[in-house]
């Protein structure tokens, strides 16, 4: 998904720069301080956050995310 909303949106999306160690590989960067059109959709960013949590999250903790 990262590769995907960099290309698509690269004016709202960034690749973190990665650590010696590895560290922010994968994530996704958000610039937070655009204004007009390419404001911060909050509901978007909630939205990209419950996923990023779902591929990570222990099944367990997903069924109580769903209220299962």
């Keep these: 998904m990262q590769e995907e909303l960099v290309s698509a949106e690269p004016e709202r999306f960034f690749r973190p720069p990665m650590s010696a160690g ?3 590989s994968g ?23 419950e ?3 779902r591929t990570v999250a222990p099944k367990q903790l997903i069924a109580e995310l769903d209220g299962r």
Aim: charged share 20%.
């Design 51 to 53: 996923e990023a949590y």
């Design 27 to 49: 994530w996704l960067g958000v610039f937070l301080d655009m204004p007009g059109e390419h404001s911060v959709d909050w509901d978007e960013i909630a939205a990209l956050l």
């Design 22 to 24: 590895g560290t922010f």
